[in-house]
C-alpha cells in the first residue's frame, strides 16, 4: 500500500494544483496509487507520518523537498517502511543523490521500478538526514570530538559531514559511500589571500573538499563542541545548532532510488 | 571458420572494453588528510592511506601507507605499512614495508622496519631495528673456499 505525503511548500513551481493532478494522475497511470495527504498548518509532516505508520503503511513516498524528507525521517525512521522520494524543487540534493528525475513523469516511473537501496540514517541532536551537513567558522576555532577517540582543535573556514553527497559537489578522490556506515568529515583550512580569490566559487558553493590544504577525516560519530551556537545546514535548512552529536545509526534505511544515482 | 574466429574475438574485445570501464572502487579504504591547521590529540587509527600536514600527538596507527608533510609535526608513536617522513615525528616509528626519511624529515626515536632509505639532510636520532627477511640461506655469490 502506498502513502504519498505532499509538502506544497516545497513547491518551487507556478501552479502547484495542476502539479497535484498531474501526479494523481500519473500514479494512477503507473498503477502505484494510494493514499495521498497534503500537508496543511493543523496536520504537519510529523502528524501524517505518524498516521501512515499507524495505518501499517509499507511504502511511503514523501512528494516535496529535503526539509521535508528530513522531518518524516524523525518519524518513521527504524519502522519497516520502503521509502521514496518525489523532489517538488530543482534544488533538491537528496533527489540527485537518489538519482530521481527532475520531472514528475520519470519520477513516478522510478518509483514503479522500484530499485531499492539501503541507506544510512544519521542523526544530529534530534533530527535526522541522509545526505550531509555543512557549517562556516571564519573567526573562531573548531572543537571536535570523534569516535570517541581523537579531539581535533583547528582554526577552519567551514566544514562538512558527508554521507552521501551529489555528483556535481563532488571530488574526485572522495567517495561517499551511503551505506559504508561512516561519515566523511572534511574542514577546510584557512587560504592565502590569492588561493581564497581563485577558491572563492567553490568556497561559495561549500565544496570544502575541493579546496587546498582541507582535512578528510573518517567517523561514525562526532561531537562538534565549539564553537557554540553554530549553525548547522542540510543545504540552505537549518537542522540543528552546535554543541552537537552527529552518529550513524544502527538501522538502515530502503529507499527507492533512481537509475542516475550516485553510489 | 574464419567469420566464426573474427566474431569470437569481437566479442571478447567488447568484454575486455567493459571491464576497463573507469569506475568509482569504493572497496579501496579511502585516505585520511589531517591538514596544516589542525591539531589531533588521541588515537588516529584508520583503514587506508594517511597524509599528515598538521599537528598529531598521541598514536597514528594504519596498515597502509603514512605521508608526513613538510609542515607536520607528529608527537606519538606511529604504526603503518609503509611510512614516508617529510616533516618531524618524536616518537617510536613501527613499518611493516619500507620506511623513508626525505631530506626535510626529522625523526627522533626508535625506529623498527623492514628496509629503511634516509636522504642526505635528514635528521634522525635513535635506534632502527630491521625485520629479517625471510629467504632459504643460501646465496649466488660463490664463497672463495669452492673456487679453490
Known amino acids: 500500500m502506498y502513502y504519498y505525503l505532499i509538502d506544497p511548500k516545497s513547491y518551487d513551481g507556478k501552479n502547484f494544483e495542476f502539479e497535484q493532478s498531474r501526479l494523481l494522475s500519473l500514479l494512477n497511470e503507473y498503477q502505484v496509487a494510494g493514499e495521498a495527504a497534503r500537508v496543511t498548518p493543523i496536520r504537519g509532516v510529523k502528524d501524517l507520518v505518524a498516521t501512515a505508520v499507524s495505518h501499517g503503511v509499507k511504502t511511503l513516498v514523501v512528494v516535496g523537498g529535503d526539509e521535508t524528507f528530513s522531518r518524516a525521517l524523525s518519524v518513521f525512521h527504524g519502522k519497516p517502511i520502503t521509502v521514496g522520494f518525489i523532489p517538488l524543487n530543482s534544488k533538491s540534493e537528496i533527489a540527485k543523490i537518489l538519482g530521481m528525475p527532475q520531472t514528475l513523469d520519470a519520477c513516478v516511473a522510478a518509483i514503479a521500478k522500484r530499485l ?17 551537513l555543512s557549517f562556516e567558522s571564519p573567526e573562531k576555532e573548531c572543537h571536535l570530538f570523534i569516535d570517541e577517540s581523537f579531539k581535533i582543535h583547528a582554526k577552519v573556514l567551514g566544514g ?3 554521507n552521501a553527497q551529489e555528483a556535481a559537489g563532488r571530488s574526485a ?3 561517499s559511500d551511503p551505506g559504508d556506515g561512516r561519515l566523511e568529515v572534511i574542514l577546510a583550512g584557512k587560504l592565502s589571500w590569492f588561493s581564497a580569490w581563485r ?3 567553490k568556497f561559495t558553493a561549500k565544496q570544502f573538499e575541493a579546496l587546498p590544504g582541507r582535512s578528510v577525516l573518517h567517523a561514525k560519530s562526532l561531537r562538534i563542541l565549539a564553537p557554540e551556537g553554530m549553525p548547522l545546514y542540510m543545504g540552505e535548512y537549518l537542522i540543528a545548532r552546535t554543541p552537537a552529536s552527529i552518529s550513524v545509526m544502527d538501522e538502515k534505511l530502503r529507499i527507492v532510488v533512481g537509475k542516475n544515482r550516485v553510489f | 571458420m574464419r567469420i566464426f574466429k573474427n566474431s569470437k574475438q569481437s566479442n571478447l574485445s567488447h568484454m575486455t572494453a567493459v571491464k576497463h570501464s573507469p569506475e568509482i572502487d569504493s572497496s579501496v579504504a579511502a585516505e585520511t588528510i589531517v591538514g596544516h591547521s589542525v591539531k589531533l590529540e588521541g588515537d588516529l587509527v584508520a583503514e587506508g592511506d594517511i597524509k599528515v600536514d598538521g599537528i598529531v600527538s598521541g598514536k597514528v596507527k594504519t596498515t597502509k601507507s603514512l605521508f608526513v608533510g613538510p609542515t607536520a609535526k607528529i608527537e606519538a608513536d606511529v604504526e603503518a605499512g609503509s611510512v614516508t617522513v617529510a616533516g618531524v615525528i618524536r616518537g617510536n616509528v613501527k613499518a611493516a614495508d619500507l620506511m623513508v626519511i626525505l631530506q626535510t624529515g626529522n625523526v627522533t626515536g626508535d625506529i623498527v622496519c623492514s628496509a629503511i632509505a634516509i636522504e642526505e639532510g635528514a635528521y634522525f636520532v635513535g635506534k632502527c631495528t630491521m625485520n629479517e627477511k625471510k629467504g632459504n640461506g643460501k646465496t649466488s655469490v660463490p664463497l672463495p673456499d669452492e673456487d679453490e
Open chain 1, 173 to 175: 578522490n572522495i567517495f
Open chain 1, 199 to 201: 577558491y572563492r566559487r
Open chain 1, 116 to 132: 531499492v537501496n539501503s541507506f544510512d540514517i544519521v542523526r544530529v541532536s534530534d533530527a535526522f538526514f541522509i545526505s550531509s
Open chain 1, 160 to 162: 562538512k559531514i558527508i
